[in-house]
């Protein structure tokens, strides 16, 4: 046997049997210090280790001291009992009964009671489960006077964002809390001050970095992926995220669109922040700039100038077997690079009302788009006999792309947002979901999974609105009136 298996198997059976040795100072420092935390005087610990043990902590193994350590951090490990006369313990534990739990020691769980045996207690938190004594729980109790003048006491059996369910001496209550007008809550019998109010304020569970299609000035947080049908991005810091379009990616256009959060200030009640964000496309083509603004090209029938779009109906359909797009790009499949620029401001505050936020957006977009835009069509266009004249329109209006818009978000519920918005976009068209549908599905001949179709009704100024449900922390749905009418967003915490 040479010296390097020699060696090993020392390091081996070293580690091996060292692992029941006597605990190690580092160990005895962590359990000194979580027992603290969790409320242990030094002669209780010894207590609970004496009574658990039979020793006391210097006489511990390496494994019972990591046994402890993992109960002190997993919240399996509560302070003993004393003095419990002074504080009421809760009587009602049910199961099913979910809200915030007080208990003896001072700690504080939120979670849903999946069991209860009558000395011990299953509950679910998003930590964890735990089983828990029956007595560690302190009974919480309110009274509630609603605008109505009616008078509930008793304890609380479940509390929700909009709800208390509070269990009287007549029976069980249900009160929402737009209806509270005082209130006091009691946790072992003592006056919780900082629950005196006249309602509970919540914010709505989904924070937005857009809505509908433009940005706001809050970015992703930090180590945050997300998904939605027309892009996806990563928030590499809390101020600083990249996001890409999809449908471009696969179009052979790969492209980037970093943002950035250059002011923020933040109080209880406000929170305002202001970001700027470009994009940036390698091989944008120009057919997409010729959709897009198709109806600031026109195009000469019979001495008549006819907005591209339009000529494009009425000469076989955009989604047909007759004139297309491709029939007047120059070029054939010429690609561009293609730069967008914009500057937002955001603001949030607390509602009026105490029960959520309201938070609105303003922005502005402008793109080079129409640089060298002349070269992307032909001069003309040939149609049986027929010989059409193609230009760029000479309307002011068409000189630059740009968008400008002010949104809106409103918390109805913790679930539920209203959203609006309203713009300003001299690229604008509506159109109806069918047309929309063909045109992200890619059926209409556009690259799929993007919005570019050159059909559509011009409405350079225009506004949409509609409502975003939360179906948890990280996927969400939205339904509005304008394209791309249904929206999803489903974003990785931690990515």
Request: hydrophobic share 35%.
């Amino acid at each position: 046997m040479n010296i390097n298996k020699i060696a090993l198997l020392y390091f081996f059976i070293t580690f091996v049997f060292g692992q029941s040795g006597l605990i190690l100072p580092g160990q005895k420092s962590a359990i000194q210090s979580l027992s603290s935390s969790s409320g242990f005087s030094d002669q209780e610990l010894n207590e609970y280790l004496n009574q658990k043990y039979g020793k006391d902590l210097t006489q511990l193994s390496r494994d019972e001291g990591a046994q402890l350590i993992r109960g002190f951090q997993e919240g399996n490990i509560l302070k003993p009992s004393r003095g419990k006369q002074n504080l009421d313990l809760a009587v009602a534990l049910e199961i099913g009964m979910k809200k915030r739990f007080h208990f003896y020691d001072g700690t504080i769980r939120e979670g849903e009671i999946l069991s209860n045996d009558g000395e011990i207690v299953r509950l679910k938190t998003g930590s964890g489960t735990f089983n828990i004594p029956k007595d560690q729980f302190l009974a919480e109790t309110a009274v509630i006077t609603n605008k109505n003048g009616e008078l509930f006491k008793g304890s609380v059996l479940s509390e929700t964002a909009e709800e208390f369910i509070i269990r009287t001496a007549y029976g069980d209550a249900v009160v929402q809390k737009k209806n509270i007008q005082r209130m006091k809550r009691y946790h072992g019998g003592v006056l919780d001050r900082a629950s005196e109010e006249k309602t509970v304020f919540y914010q709505g569970e989904s924070a937005l970095i857009g809505v509908f299609l433009d940005p706001t000035a809050f970015p992703l947080a930090g180590n945050t992926f997300y998904l939605s049908g027309l892009s996806i991005g990563y928030g590499l810091t809390d101020k600083f995220m990249v996001t890409s379009k999809i449908g471009s990616d696969f179009n052979n256009d790969l492209n980037l669109h970093p943002r950035l959060r250059f002011y923020h200030k933040k109080s209880a009640e406000k929170e305002v922040a202001a970001a700027w964000g470009i994009g940036l496309h390698r091989g944008y083509p120009t057919e997409s700039i010729i959709s897009k603004y198709s109806h600031a090209i026109n195009v000469d029938s019979s001495g008549v100038a006819i907005p591209l779009n339009e000529f494009l109906t009425n000469n076989g359909s955009v989604e047909g077997d007759g004139i297309t797009v491709k029939n007047v790009i120059k070029n054939g499949d010429n690609r561009v690079f293609y730069f967008e620029g914009y500057l937002v401001f955001s603001s949030r505050r607390v509602n009026p009302t105490g029960r959520g936020k309201i938070g609105w957006s303003t922005g502005l977009k402008f793109s080079n788009a129409f640089m060298d835009r002349d070269i992307f069509i032909k001069d003309s266009l040939e149609i049986g006999d027929n010989k059409h004249s193609i230009e760029w329109s000479a309307d002011k209006k068409y000189t630059i792309p740009f968008r400008a818009w002010a949104s809106l978000e409103y918390d109805l519920r913790k679930d539920l947002k209203f959203l609006g918005s309203a713009w300003v976009d001299n690229g604008y068209r509506s159109m109806p979901f069918g047309t929309a549908w063909s045109d992200y599905t890619g059926e209409d001949g556009t690259a799929p999974l993007s919005l570019e179709s050159a059909a559509g009704t011009v409405s350079m100024i225009d506004f949409d609105f509609g409502l975003q449900y939360t179906v948890n922390e990280n996927f969400r749905v939205g339904l509005h009136f304008q394209q791309p009418f249904i929206d999803f967003y489903w974003e990785f915490l931690e990515f």
